[in-house]
């Protein structure tokens, strides 16, 4: 290892609070945190947690035999969608392939449904929220030819118990600057763990009926609720439940379904249209502090992306009114 590269990752061990690296051993699932690890940290030895725990097999949430349309399909009840929202999203996830990619353009689905673009980014975001990451990117895998299993980051057992796949860490020497890596690290998978086990604790807490099988559907938890109950910024916790899964009792979903981003997303272009209709000067950032405001936390680049949709939106309303 270089002095170049041995003096950051001494720098990272003696500074707790780097935020970069804090946010890889929130953020990343078990399986990437691991390669991660492996390849920045070569000096310490690492593992995931070993079969006896039942968290390390793979979980059958889907296979080579079921398309990203079946899977899709399965996940869409738990959005509680009306007759006719449901109607569209069947129609949207059947034109979508194998990585995620929508087929048809937005422009053809508003039309064929009468529906606003609005209403058709609000579906959109909703079949997001269940749905693997990357949809609507093309970004998908694990489906079609390249099918495979998935590794939950957390268990939910049938006493209701929840346990986390952990990641054990091993040091072996004398060497003082090396220690101090291990110990930062021990630090960081152990704060890792404690924020997935309390996110655990609280969907079951919200969720006990869902998961002994009495409902259909699972109670939402606000990403901003979730953040005060465990004195966590909002983006930590968002960082935490992306791309992860959990497998539960009643089947395995990625923890994104008991999490309200949907919820969330459903007020959100609403709010923004108002906020560019009054002031349609306003900046990408003045327009993040004013959603932060109302308790929908987004990156400014997120902002923008949304912005132009609702920017679409407003410039085909005055169109209308002009004509």
């Known amino acids: 290892m270089g002095a170049r590269t041995m003096r950051l990752r001494l720098d990272l061990s003696r500074e707790f609070s780097n935020r970069e690296i804090f946010f890889k051993f929130v953020e990343l699932p078990t399986g990437e945190l691991l390669e991660f690890l492996k390849d920045s940290f070569p000096h310490v030895s690492l593992d995931a947690e070993d079969e006896e725990t039942g968290l390390s097999g793979t979980s059958r949430l889907r296979s080579g035999e079921k398309s990203l349309q079946e899977e899709l399909m399965e996940l869409i009840v738990l959005l509680r969608l009306d007759e006719e929202e449901e109607h569209i999203a069947e129609y949207i996830i059947y034109n979508l392939d194998d990585s995620g990619k929508l087929l048809v353009e937005k422009r ?13 980014e609000n579906l959109i975001e909703a079949i997001k929220s269940v749905g693997p990451e990357g949809l609507f990117e093309g970004c998908v895998s694990g489906f079609g030819e390249s099918a495979s299993y998935v590794r939950p980051d957390l268990v939910i057992r049938d006493d209701l118990s929840v346990q986390v796949r952990e990641i054990a860490i091993y040091f072996g020497g004398f060497n003082k600057k090396i220690e101090k890596i291990f110990l930062y690290l021990n630090e960081l998978l152990q704060r890792r763990k404690e924020i997935l086990l309390s996110l655990g604790n609280m969907i079951v807490r919200k969720n006990v009926n869902f998961l002994l099988g009495k409902s259909s559907y699972p109670n939402k938890i606000k990403l901003i609720d979730a953040a005060e109950e465990l004195e966590l910024h909002v983006s930590t916790v968002s960082r935490a439940v992306s791309a992860k899964y959990v497998k539960t009792p009643v089947g395995t979903f990625p923890m994104r379904v008991f999490f309200g981003r949907n919820v969330e997303v459903k007020f959100l272009l609403p709010l923004l249209c108002e906020l ?3 002031n349609p000067n306003s900046t990408d950032e003045e327009l993040r502090r004013s959603l932060k405001e109302h308790g929908i936390e987004l990156s400014r680049r997120t902002v923008n992306k949304y912005r132009n949709i609702i920017g679409g939106i407003i410039h085909e309303e005055r169109s209308v009114s002009e004509r």
């Open 108 to 120: 053809e689905i508003c039309e064929k449904f009468s529906i606003t673009q609005e209403k058709l």
């Open 276 to 278: 560019l209709r009054n």
